[in-house]
């Protein structure tokens, strides 16, 4: 026997028998019960307006927490003002109370160390927050004002709704949220209440009487809610609420039901294709059931075998812990409580095997239909769910708030206490006939977002493919009205568009203007004390053809446009220029100083006079080139000079439409022009880029390779 295994050997006793010496010691843990949940003393009231009062006392801490709870939702959104709910108790908070302004009183709030906090759901509306038992009187009566008077400012307003149009920009970057959001589209129907989505048209339509209109609605004692837990007396904290609220009433009727659900799409297979990933996003279900439902407790158990309890699911142990083919997926019937929840299953894997997933979440479906579920199975799912469950309640004031939203919602005084005990009464037979009455394998809607150019089996094997357009409708560009174009006013405007092509000495060169490199110091202004500064290298090749470069230490952006398409290289990655990006960057050509002079030179061009006009401080000469449906932008020229002073033309930044002016300075000698060097961009009104033309160069040679699509 060498070395080598003479150690093995060794090793091999050493382990057998220390295993030997475990074996002989081990002995079986005995586990107690789970304690029922037991809710703690709660009192409640109701004042004559119907506003609901709930209060529990707790002495544990030297503070106070609340929750509002208002009976409406972003299920009640006008139809053409979608995320007007959301916007409205975002405004609520920040827009101020009387004598306060929304900084004042975050100011006040953060020198108690209070928290205050607003927003909805889709079924229901909240403020919640706490503080200090000292200072509990102040701040609920913040909240009182807030519910009652709030000053809803403009200007906060106003930038709730430029994160509203950040939001949508952002809206289809994730994958993942992509396929949440198409699907539940998809099985309420994108019409519903339920499963609208916030567009620019919504924002742009929302006005601060609407919000106030909104308020005046939904705000209402009779739709309110108030708990509020903590270091205080319940008799003296009642009397204070029932006072400070007491002279609230009703200025019309309360909201009583949620609107219903009433799509039940047919199967069908959808596919997002988005070809700069490599795997694929899958949701696939139909539509569920209501909280309310007398089955609930059956299906949660159902939910918890099937495809809710982690790596305990049969989702879990099949698709990942056997196949591989995930690192995650959950499934089952979600419940909502005011209107019918969603069957989903969710999961991502690799593009390859992406038909392969859907086939085994559609054999697990089908499993858990037809096969009985063993003593064991259900034993130890039920152990799972209600292990989990009590971690819902980990505080006093969590129970609170639970006995607060059933009652909103009108489930009985006992839901809480009999949940474990009619969880623990359901049976195999229970979970098989709810599988069997709720899960329908032939209304299936499957949805997937990836690269079918990857997919080693077709996604056709379901049936038909229908291909979801998620583009983003374009914002609407703010509105310049076209002077009248009469022959006096059409024959001025090219008068003075030949003077400043004079003034630029560009007779010659605009006859063989065929492209433009352009390389300049652009500075953005992200704030009055906050700035970014790029090189920028770009290239135009007349018609339609842009390439520019952005430059800085920490980014570099590129976009390009060959006449046909278009992609964009950012630090994320690159993609493909939508159409609505497209019709900028042709705008953007025709914006272009000399391309306009170009053009203005073509027999039928039309530049119409549009009188002098008092820009920024300084009165200009005004020209408007219209450029088609109903589209144009204005050129203003020095009045004593003709040379070119500024342009004017509608776009949007940040998503907020709106109106840019570029006022143009500094004339020096480039490439035999006389150009102004200098410019500042301004976007209604507020200053937002300056630039400086570092070398200009006429004609370059064509390069093709500027406009080829770089690998990911």
Known sequence: MNKNTQWIVLILV????????????????????????????????????????????????????????????????????????GATMELIRTGGIPGKTGDELDQMLNDMGAVIRAGADADSASISGSCLAKDAETVLGVVD???RRPALAQDKLDLIKVQMRSAISRRNDDPSQIASREFTRLVYGADSPYARQTEYADVDAMTRDAVVSFHRQFVQPGGVAIGVWGDFQTETMKAWLSERFGTWSNAGPVVGVFPEVRVTPAPSVRLVVKKDVNQSNIRLGHIGLRMDNPDYFAVEMMNSIFGTSGFLSRLMQIARTEHGLTYGIQGGIAFERGYLGQFVVGTSTKSESTVDMINIIIGEINRIRNTPVSDAELTLAREAFLNSYVFKYESTFDVLTRMMSLDYFGFPPDFMQTFQKRIAGVTAADVRRVANAYLHPDKLTILVVGNPDQFVKPLSAFGEVQELDIAIPAPAAAADAAPAATPASLARGQVLLSRMIDAMKATDKLDTLAGMHLQQQSTLQLAPQMSFTFDVDSYTFLPDQLYVKMASPIATIVRAFDGKAGWMQMPQGIKDLSAAEIEEVMESIAHSPLVFLKHSRVEGAQAVYAGRADVMGRSYESIYI????????????DP????????????????????????????????????PRDSETYFNGKKVASGAIQALELNPTPNPALFQKPAN
């Open 640 to 675: 004593d000079t003709g040379m070119l002073a500024g342009l004017a033309y509608a776009g949007n930044y940040n998503n907020e439409p709106g109106q840019f002016i570029q006022l143009f300075s500094n004339p020096v000698e480039l490439a035999g022009l006389t150009l």
């Open 626 to 637: 219209p450029l088609g449906e109903g589209k144009g932008f204005r050129v203003y020229a």
């Open 14 to 85: 050493l382990v057998l028998g220390l295993s030997a010496g475990v074996a002989a010691k081990e002995r079986k843990f005995q586990y107690p019960s789970l304690r029922e949940i037991k809710a703690p003393p709660v009192t409640t009231g109701a004042l004559p307006s119907g506003l609901k009062l709930y209060m529990m006392e707790d002495h544990g801490l030297p503070m106070v927490q609340f929750q509002v709870l208002i009976r409406t939702g972003s299920a009640f959104d006008p139809r053409n003002m979608a995320g007007l709910c």
């Open 145 to 147: 004002d807030m519910l």
